[in-house]
Structure formats: structure tokens, C-alpha cells
């Protein structure tokens, strides 16, 4: 799983729904890392939303065997990090494990075949992988002189390349401890506030009015049932593939 570009899915209304301190609002359905990125992102200027993210699961310690991979921050996503959010790119350093974008290892589909030695993204033989593409093969021969000099590039480039693996529990819990520590600057007035309400499954999507207005996301909680609304000139889907908000037609 890569971490780099944030995919949101919107739906939009004409006007805007504001809070009570005359920002637009953003309902987010789903507290995973994108929509907790998400978050983080369209809090900041230059959209400086006030966002309230709805999850459905009630902890982050529950487990979830589906959800049970590793996310890949590439240079993409450190440099969302270095722009939003520079403490959480400290905390990926720490807790995550780091790796290299400049090698490659290609396993076998075969279990019985032993897995080979890493190669580098220069020395890659597009001629044996891809013998129809004659295009690219007289390309290989120029990557592979170029091999040396790639060798010998300075550790800080060589550190741009680096990516970072990180459970998905952790990743959202470094991205909440982010929500958490830039809310003290959403009390100055600098970013828009995040509230995250977990616990409510989602349940519909309707305009508020007639006349184009915002629109209403309805939740149920999955503790005593109460149904709560909330509305926002954004509604962000980041439940998942199988997203609910995005089989939704207001």
C-alpha cells in the first residue's frame, strides 16, 4: 500500500455551509490514513476548513485482519509530510522501517524459486523483461552506464529516494497525534478544527434543502443507535474501496 498522493472523492453543493467561526465545513466519512491525511490537509490553508471526520470502528486498538498490511510513504508522501505536517515526517523516521527506492526485488510467483538479489532501478534489463519493447531497449543500455555515477551520488540525494514502511495502526495513529498537536494552532485561529467522532456508521447522504445547499451526512452510533447529522459544503468518501458515500447519488 503507497502513501504519496491523497485520492479524495467529493461531493460538492453551490454555497457554503460555514462554522461558527465563518469557515466552510468538510465532513469526511472514514478515519483511515487518507481521510485523517485529508483532513490534516484541507484544515491548512489555503482551504482552511473546518472538518469532522466520521469513523466507524469505535478504537484504533481494534483489530481488523482485512486492514492488517503495511503503508509505503515514498518520497511523494514525505513531502506532503514536510508541507502539512513536519513533526508527523519526524514520527515515520522513528517508528517506521527504512528502505530504498532506487532497488527493486522481483519475486517469484513460484514459492519453490529462490527470490534474487535486489537489483538496481538503473540495471534493469527492459530487454529480457519486455523483449517486445524496442523502444526502450537501446534506453537500457545508456541506464546501465549510468549505474556508476548513481553509485556514487551524495548521501542526502540518496536519502530523497528512501521510503518509509509503517504498519497501518501506526500510520493512523502518528496522523491522530498530528490532528491532536495542530489543533492547539486551530484555537489561534490558524487552521480550521478537526473533530473526529468515531464509532458512527454511516447511513445517508441527502442535500439539507432544496435550493442547493449543503449536504447532510447521516451516522448511527454504533454503540446505542442515536442517529446524528452533519453538514458540509465537502463531503469527502475515504471509506474505502467498497465506499457506501460513493454509491450515493444526492
Request: hydrophobic share 30%; proline share 7%.
Amino acid at each position: 500500500m503507497s502513501f504519496s498522493l491523497i485520492p479524495v472523492v467529493a461531493h460538492l453543493s453551490t454555497p457554503d455551509a460555514t462554522s461558527s467561526t465563518n469557515r466552510k465545513h468538510a465532513v469526511i466519512v472514514g478515519g483511515g490514513p487518507v481521510g485523517l491525511a485529508t483532513a490534516i490537509t484541507l484544515s491548512n490553508p489555503p482551504h482552511s476548513y473546518d472538518v469532522t471526520i466520521l469513523e466507524q470502528q469505535a478504537s484504533v486498538e481494534q483489530y481488523d485482519p482485512t486492514k492488517a498490511y503495511l503503508y509505503n510513504v515514498n518520497p511523494r508522501g514525505q513531502k506532503w509530510m514536510k508541507e502539512y505536517s513536519p513533526s508527523a515526517l519526524e514520527k515515520l523516521k522513528e517508528r517506521g522501517s527504512l528502505g530504498s527506492m532506487s532497488r527493486i526485488t522481483i519475486v517469484p510467483a513460484d514459492p519453490n524459486t529462490p527470490i534474487p538479489a535486489r537489483k538496481h532501478l538503473a540495471a534493469y534489463d527492459t530487454k529480457k523483461n519486455n523483449p517486445a519493447d524496442n523502444d526502450n531497449n537501446a534506453a537500457t543500455v545508456e541506464m546501465q552506464e549510468t549505474t556508476t555515477a548513481q553509485e556514487e551520488e551524495s548521501k542526502e540525494e540518496e536519502l530523497d529516494k528512501r521510503s518509509f514502511w509503517i504498519p497501518r495502526h501506526s500510520m493512523i495513529c502518528l496522523l491522530e497525534d498530528e490532528i491532536q498537536e495542530q489543533q492547539q494552532q486551530a484555537a489561534n485561529g490558524q487552521v480550521g478544527k478537526i473533530v473526529l467522532k468515531k464509532g458512527r456508521q454511516f447511513a445517508s447522504m441527502v442535500p439539507s434543502d432544496d435550493n442547493g445547499g449543503p449536504l447532510t451526512v447521516s451516522v448511527q452510533d454504533v454503540e446505542n443507535g442515536t442517529v446524528e447529522s452533519y453538514d458540509g459544503s465537502l463531503v469527502v468518501a475515504a471509506d474505502g474501496y467498497n465506499s457506501e458515500v460513493r454509491n450515493v447519488s444526492p
